[in-house]
């Protein structure tokens, strides 16, 4: 519900302050005071695009703020999505520089144009010619066939049905393509699987025979080397052990000589036992060493592969061989079970597909159990709003599951008696068509949440009773939704619970509008000039008086 409406340097407006009524608020004024300007200024608000002509002081920026309480529009999820803050109380901002740039806020946070239009459409419905356009969408029908047939827990229903059903749709559509893919690859796969599969690679495999490799290469310099350094330990005159064992009796002497030495004692037994240690794994190495040179060729030849193998699938070791064998595994693997996870999808798709044809039957039959209700309830309001030979055909076709169920449907329309009902996009004039939005609108105000309703002159062209009767239909929607409506019959302009004038003020150097909250007594002024002139009669005064008496 829109709480407050302000308007700053917008064309003829240099500043314009509202509050509407919860309920019905009438807007009058006369031709070009500003009426259309203000709804101009709201559809800036709504996302609509704009440039710098709008400002009436160039060297000054455009200001347009909406207030609303959104507590009862269900919006949080909105907000969530948008990474927007929340709160019952909402405040939106248009800002158009004199440069020409125009930025959009929510609740003092910076959003793109489309994230306020978004929000606006939740906020406010301005009847005009986009709303025209959109009756004319089968999609736009079928929200309001649902809305009042009441289909929501079918609707529900059959939207989880959906999103079941294209999920097994989505995976046996997927599957069937990677069947033919595997078709065609599947002989490849077979001979590069068993190509690696015949080799029988370990992890770190390929690291352990470098290295093999690289000691049998030079087995026998390694066993003359280490032989020669075992020498030089075993030496019994002149060998490091030898020498060590004679270094350990001095140290001992030392020792006994000056406490001092113990630590140089500790630290050369301590050199001396590693040493030991090396001459005895030198000498392990060395029976370990042998020259095999049936080995050296076996590792040579295996390496080959690998280095092969390695070159042919633009990897770098074994493990990613390893890797790669174990995707052909899975892809050999699949092949030879596609018959059964074909089959396995085929089923699920089956069984996703009779249960959305059942809940989108149900769907269909609670939809077309409404369409004689919703056809006749639209023509008795039509009757009353002067069109009495309208007739309204909701024409049904069945077509496969859609996101919006089994049904596409069309409402045709004929608003003169013996012509035939056709498509709205095809016939109605503005008028006709103005007054069927109306009826719908007025139709669907007990059966769906709706914004806040802007009707620009939806009154023109029609005879004193039939605005009785549409501002009493006015007055019905308002108990439960907002609504602004913006007239030039004083039938209508006297039953709001608000009135406001827009009038244009020449006291300044520029033509300005501007907009007043008319008290009882003003009320009573403004519609006696609207039934009569500049200078209402007496009787125009008492007809005035018993229109606000209604």
Same mark, same amino acid.
């Given at each position: ?25 009438? +807007? ?35 200001? +347009? ?22 709160? #019952? ?8 520089? #004199? ?7 929510? =609740? ?48 529900? $229903? ?12 989505? &995976?046996? =559509? ?5 069947? +033919? ?15 690696? &599969? ?73 050199? =001396? ?25 076996? *590792? ?74 919703? $056809? ?9 709003? @002067? ?21 596409? *449907? ?7 008696? @013996?012509?035939? #009902?056709? #498509? ?5 004039? @503005? ?26 002159? *939806? ?20 108990? =439960? ?33 501007? +907009? ?35």
């Amino acid at each position: 519900m829109l709480k407050s409406l302000s308007i700053s340097n917008y064309a003829l407006i240099d500043h314009l302050h509202m509050q509407p009524s919860s309920g019905l608020s009438m +807007i009058t004024g006369e031709t070009g005071a500003g009426k259309s300007i203000m709804l101009g200024a709201v559809g800036l608000l709504l996302g609509n695009r704009s440039d710098t002509k709008v400002l009436l002081h160039d060297d000054q920026k455009c200001v +347009i703020e909406g207030v609303f309480d959104v507590a009862n529009y269900g919006l949080k999820d909105f907000f969530d999505l948008a990474e927007l803050d929340y709160e #019952p109380t909402c405040i939106i901002r248009r800002e158009i520089s #004199p440069a020409g740039k125009s930025r959009s806020f929510v =609740n003092d946070t910076p959003v793109l144009l489309d994230a306020m239009k978004t929000l606006g459409s939740f906020l406010m419905d301005v009847h005009s010619q986009h709303d025209t356009l959109q009756l004319g969408e089968g999609s736009y029908q079928l929200s309001l066939v649902d809305a009042f047939a009441q289909t929501q827990e079918e609707v529900r $229903q059959y939207k989880a049905d959906y999103k079941s059903f294209q999920r097994a749709q989505k &995976s046996f =559509n997927e599957l069937s393509r990677k069947a +033919i893919e595997l078709q065609k690859e599947a002989d490849f796969n077979q001979f590069q699987l068993e190509e690696l &599969s015949v080799l029988g690679l370990k992890e770190n495999e390929q690291l352990d025979l470098e290295s093999l490799q690289e000691v049998l290469e030079n087995a026998e310099e390694i066993k003359l080397k280490i032989n020669e350094m075992l020498n030089l330990f075993q030496d019994e005159q002149f060998g490091i052990t030898q020498g060590m064992s004679q270094v350990q009796q001095g140290m001992q002497s030392l020792e006994r000589l000056a406490h001092v030495f113990g630590s140089i004692k500790e630290r050369f037994l301590a050199v =001396n036992i590693e040493l030991k240690d090396i001459e005895q794994t030198l000498g392990d190495e060395e029976s370990k060493v042998e020259v095999d040179f049936e080995r050296l060729d076996e *590792i040579r030849e295996r390496l080959s592969k690998i280095y092969q193998l390695q070159k042919k699938h633009g990897v770098a070791s074994v493990e990613e061989l390893m890797g790669l064998e174990k995707e052909l595994a899975d892809k050999v693997f699949q092949f030879q079970n596609l018959d059964e996870s074909l089959g396995k999808a085929k089923q699920e798709l089956e069984a996703s597909k009779s249960k959305v044809d059942g809940s989108g039957k149900s769907l269909r039959k609670k939809r077309q159990g409404s369409f004689t209700d919703f $056809q006749s309830s639209l023509e008795r309001l039509l009757a009353g709003l @002067g069109m009495e030979n309208s007739k309204v055909v909701m024409e049904h076709k069945p077509v496969e599951p859609s996101a919006s169920g089994l049904d596409e *449907i069309e409402l045709l329309f004929s608003a003169n008696k @013996g012509s035939s #009902p056709q #498509p709205l996009k095809k016939v109605a004039s @503005g008028g006709e068509f103005s007054r069927l939005l109306f009826a719908i609108k007025y139709l669907m105000a007990d059966k769906m949440a709706m914004p806040t309703l802007i009707f620009d002159e *939806i009154d023109t062209g029609i005879s004193g009773e039939v605005a009785l009767k549409m501002v009493a239909m006015m007055q019905d929607i308002s108990k =439960n939704h907002q609504v602004i409506c913006i007239t030039h019959l004083p039938q209508v302009a006297g039953q709001g619970d608000l009135h406001y004038f827009v009038y244009k003020d020449n006291s300044s150097e520029k033509t300005v509008s501007k +907009i007043k909250l008319l008290d009882k007594e003003e009320r009573v002024q403004e519609l006696a000039k609207m039934i009569s002139g500049a200078t209402p009669s007496a009787s125009a005064i008492e007809s005035a008086k018993e229109l606000l008496r209604r």
